[in-house]
């Protein structure tokens, strides 16, 4: 993961609360005395400055030395950008999702339901053509006016969370992914929410390993414990798919779903009829005299596949 970034570099990522220019990101790292001698990266592992190697010389930092919102949007989009691509989210997925949230103890329900308000206060506030971060900010100050503890880096994480699904299916994405405890009787909740974390991680660990670092952290905390079989059981008690996500990832909880096969059996000619566009990769000048990329959109019916009809508009890529 990238750690070091050149004025450069910074400029061009429009931070909020940062120049976007190279030439003013090097003006505020002298005004604000970025380069400290002290801070010097090769003398110190936790410095914040280097010298750029490599053609053209020059000085990196890192994030450190970012004022909060830009280094949180920084960190959380270089997060991003590492972590795998979102799967394409089906029908199934979203029931599951749904049957998952509804579930759950309403305590999470009404965090999800805040964090839903939350996002909503902030689209509100875009609308106005206030920008994203200082929508962020706005709705942060009001909500920690009124007492809520709430971060400008919760919000770019509850925004992830939700980045590819349609609105109507937020609120389960923004339910915590902790599930909590299936049984409570005879066990501390404590302790069974650090099990829970230990074992449902992407790392896999055996379920002994996990128990025996519960047992040690039960003895220091004073935490109540049943014997490993009764937890083992709890936790096999866990939905499979939330094991596989958890343990195994996105890409083999999507192994569980068998791909879905359109059944055209219930229809007759012309009941069902679906529709797409394609842009073309060429510029062609339009009757008007623009020059455009096309749009070529057709209309098929499902019964039997036929394409009805197709035309060529001109909602294309203007030059």
């Not at 206060?121 to 503890?149: C, Y």
């Not at 230990?198 to 014997?227: M, Q």
């Amino acid at each position: 993961m990238k750690e070091w970034y050149s004025p450069a570099e910074l400029a061009k990522m429009a931070l909020p609360g940062m120049p976007v220019t190279r030439e003013n990101i090097m003006r505020k790292a002298e005004a604000e005395n970025w380069r400290q001698p002290e801070l010097e990266h090769p003398k110190n592992p936790k410095g914040v400055w280097r010298k750029r190697e490599g053609r053209g010389g020059g000085f990196e930092y890192r994030p450190d030395v970012l004022p909060t919102m830009a280094r949180t949007k920084l960190i959380c989009d270089r997060e991003a950008a590492a972590a795998p691509a979102r799967p394409e989210v089906t029908d199934v997925m979203i029931a599951d999702l749904w049957r998952w949230y509804d579930g759950l103890p309403q305590r999470k329900k009404q965090a999800a339901e805040y964090a839903l308000q939350v996002l909503h206060a902030i689209e509100a506030a875009e609308v106005t053509g206030m920008k994203i971060d200082q929508a962020i900010r706005m709705v942060v100050r009001d909500h920690k006016s009124r007492g809520k503890k709430l971060s400008d880096r919760t919000i770019y994480n509850w925004k992830s969370r939700v980045a590819g699904l349609p609105k109507a299916h937020w609120l389960p994405a923004l339910a915590p992914r902790h599930v909590g405890r299936t049984v409570e009787k005879d066990c501390d909740p404590a302790a069974w929410d650090a099990l829970y974390v230990d074992y449902f991680r992407s790392e896999a660990p055996d379920f002994t390993e996990c128990h025996r670092r519960l047992d040690a952290l039960a003895k220091v905390s004073g935490w109540y414990i049943p014997s490993a079989r009764t937890l083992q059981r709890r936790i096999d008690a866990v939905p499979w798919a939330i094991h596989v996500y958890n343990r195994k990832g996105m890409k083999e909880l999507i192994k569980l779903y068998p791909a879905q096969i359109r059944d055209r059996s219930p229809f007759h000619a012309l009941e069902g009829v679906v529709s797409d566009g394609h842009v073309w990769d060429v510029f062609v000048r339009w009757h008007d005299g623009k020059i455009i990329r096309p749009v070529t959109v057709g209309f098929q019916d499902i019964y039997s596949g036929k394409v009805l009809s197709w035309r060529h508009v001109s909602i294309g890529i203007e030059v």
